[in-house]
């Protein structure tokens, strides 16, 4: 007789880590995707689902500083990283990378601007003053179907100079 094995991918568990600088601990299935977990336990919906399939980049985080789509990674490989979303980006005002964007009219319909922006904010960490082609290879996994990637790069670049 063969018994039915529980599934296993529905159990919950307690998983905690950093986000944005708070830590947070959270009770789901630990198979559960980063990305969602962000937005619909967390609240943090800035991080945007595009195509769940690591294609577009939308959902890109940083974690432990590396930027990562977050709809490819389980929650559970979260546990104990520190995890930045584009909320974490600004302190009640605009980043010098965000309000490049905007004077650049870098940010068309929002879907891709996250990503582009935490792409971007993983670049200028570690490469403060990066020739163009580093710029966008660092954005390159982020797909933009709006701008033509010239006024995002512009904007990137000019941040770059102003930080």
Do not use: W
């Not at 708070?22 to 977990?37: G, N, W, Y």
């Not at 971007?120 to 797909?143: F, N, S, Y």
Request: hydrophobic content about 45%; glycine content about 10%; overall charge negative.
């Amino acid at each position: 007789m063969n018994e039915a094995q529980p599934d296993m991918s529905m159990e919950r568990v307690d998983i905690a880590f950093e986000v944005n600088g708070a830590a947070v601990s959270v009770c789901v299935p630990p198979v559960r995707r980063l990305s969602s977990v962000l937005r619909d336990e967390l609240r943090l919906t800035g991080t945007k689902i595009g195509c769940d399939a690591g294609d577009c980049g939308a959902c890109t985080v940083l974690v432990d500083g590396e930027p990562v789509c977050a709809c490819l990674m389980s929650v559970a490989s979260a546990a104990g990283t520190v995890v930045a979303t584009v909320e974490g980006l600004a302190n009640g005002r605009l980043s010098a990378l965000q309000a490049s964007f905007l004077d650049h009219g870098a940010a068309q319909c929002g879907i891709c601007t996250p990503g582009l922006l935490i792409a971007a904010t993983a670049l200028l960490d570690r490469t403060p003053c990066p020739t163009e082609a580093e710029t966008q290879d660092a954005l390159g996994g982020i797909l933009c179907r709006c701008t033509g990637y010239r006024k995002i790069v512009a904007a990137v670049m000019d941040a770059s100079r102003h930080a």
